[in-house]
């Protein structure tokens, strides 16, 4: 019983890579236009993506119960080595974006265009309908890439033997070519806050404090700062 269930553990690994390197990236970029195009609402669309990031976390916790190599605390669910470091980091952490978060609604509001405008303006929440799916969004991709991304394909890494940069580097670049469908400077970004998320998380060997800074980061992406659609653009110059 122990091989056939690490067997089953590795094809829904190799089954799950394969969906988060190939075919979730071919989705994302047919999805993404028709969400710019208007043919998808953005509450569906952020309930759609919610669900399947859900279904990446619930294999991966599967894979891990089936697997007698990797336990929980393997991929990060488990107490940061630092507790008070790490919650303390956490509850600092909003009172320390704060600036950052009003000068850039400021920069916003005032017509100069943020560098996310270009890759992530599709999800950014329009309308007080729309916010409350955002953050929902907000969250599970805070909780379910983080547990994935960091958390198994790291600790897969490790099992077959990648050194632990080697590791980081491909769980980064996974998350990076997840995000492909965003543009190049959506991609870039994910490749910058992936990587800072790893070193968060193999900073304090949890999970716990890159899901709060995820999930912080993508509300401030998706609602707290103005779209396109409320920036205000300058007159054209007259001839």
Same mark, same amino acid.
């Given at each position: 019983?122990?091989?056939?269930? !690490?067997?089953?553990?590795?094809?829904?690994?190799?089954?799950?890579?394969?969906?988060?390197a190939?075919?979730?990236?071919?989705l994302?970029?047919? /999805?993404?236009p028709?969400?710019?195009g208007?043919?998808v609402s953005?509450?569906? &669309?952020?309930?759609?993506l919610? /669900? $399947?990031?859900?279904?990446?976390?619930a294999?991966?916790?599967?894979?891990v119960?089936?697997?007698?190599?990797?336990?929980?605390?393997?991929?990060?669910?488990k $107490?940061? +080595?630092d507790?008070?470091v790490?919650y303390?980091?956490?509850?600092g952490l909003?009172?320390?974006?704060?600036?950052v978060?009003?000068l850039?609604?400021?920069?916003?509001?005032?017509?100069v265009?943020?560098?996310?405008?270009?890759?992530?303006?599709?999800?950014m929440?329009?309308?007080p309908?729309e916010r409350?799916?955002?953050v929902m969004?907000?969250?599970?991709?805070?909780v379910?890439e983080?547990?994935?991304?960091r958390?198994?394909?790291?600790?897969?890494g490790?099992?077959?033997?990648? &050194?632990?940069?080697? !590791?980081?580097?491909?769980?980064?670049?996974?998350? +990076?070519?997840?995000h492909?469908y965003q543009?190049?400077?959506?991609t870039?970004?994910?490749?910058?806050?992936?990587?800072?998320?790893?070193?968060?998380?193999?900073?304090?060997g949890?999970?716990v404090?890159?899901?709060?800074?995820?999930?912080?980061?993508?509300i401030i992406?998706?609602?707290?700062?103005?779209h396109?659609?409320r920036?205000?653009?300058?007159a054209?110059?007259? +001839?």
């Amino acid at each position: 019983m122990p091989f056939e269930s !690490a067997l089953l553990a590795w094809v829904l690994a190799a089954a799950l890579f394969l969906y988060l390197a190939v075919i979730a990236p071919f989705l994302g970029r047919r /999805a993404y236009p028709r969400l710019m195009g208007g043919e998808v609402s953005r509450p569906r &669309y952020y309930t759609a993506l919610s /669900a $399947e990031m859900w279904v990446w976390a619930a294999v991966a916790i599967l894979i891990v119960a089936l697997s007698p190599a990797i336990g929980a605390a393997d991929i990060g669910i488990k $107490e940061p +080595a630092d507790p008070g470091v790490a919650y303390g980091a956490l509850l600092g952490l909003p009172l320390g974006m704060l600036p950052v978060v009003l000068l850039l609604r400021w920069l916003g509001n005032q017509g100069v265009m943020l560098p996310w405008h270009s890759g992530v303006s599709g999800l950014m929440a329009r309308t007080p309908r729309e916010r409350g799916p955002a953050v929902m969004l907000a969250v599970s991709a805070g909780v379910c890439e983080e547990v994935v991304f960091r958390g198994l394909l790291i600790g897969l890494g490790r099992e077959l033997g990648l &050194y632990l940069p080697v !590791a980081a580097a491909v769980s980064v670049a996974v998350f +990076a070519i997840g995000h492909i469908y965003q543009g190049p400077v959506g991609t870039l970004m994910a490749v910058v806050s992936g990587a800072g998320l790893t070193l968060m998380y193999l900073r304090t060997g949890s999970l716990v404090t890159p899901i709060g800074v995820h999930i912080m980061i993508d509300i401030i992406a998706l609602v707290l700062i103005p779209h396109p659609g409320r920036v205000k653009m300058p007159a054209p110059a007259k +001839a």
